[in-house]
């Protein structure tokens, strides 16, 4: 039996082999296209999954994203960061 991955500072988050990034016309938003199922983003969740690449790490992640909108503090940013990866993670939808 494996565990539950945990969403860490140094692991390289990416969307799992059958997700797929795409922006919808009809809804006007970005969306994960998954399965018989989606997922609506709405544009802080759109900031935080185009950037889970597999290459950058969950703290280049959300040091990029604190340089960005600079006004919450960086500790703010990495808890809603982490926690939509993790989600994302345990859906099934992210691979950490």
Do not use: N
Request: aromatic residues 6%; charged residues 30%.
């Amino acid at each position: 039996m494996t565990g539950r991955a945990l969403a860490r500072p140094d692991c390289a988050p990416s969307l799992a082999a059958h997700m797929r990034l795409r922006f919808d016309k009809a809804r006007e938003t970005w969306t994960i296209q998954a399965p018989e199922r989606a997922f609506l983003l709405d544009e802080v969740a759109h900031a935080i999954v185009s950037r889970c690449d597999g290459a950058a790490t969950l703290r280049a992640i959300v040091d990029d994203l604190w340089r960005l909108y600079g006004e919450p503090p960086r500790e703010t940013v990495e808890a809603d960061v982490v926690a939509l990866i993790q989600d994302f993670a345990d859906k099934g939808v992210m691979t950490l």
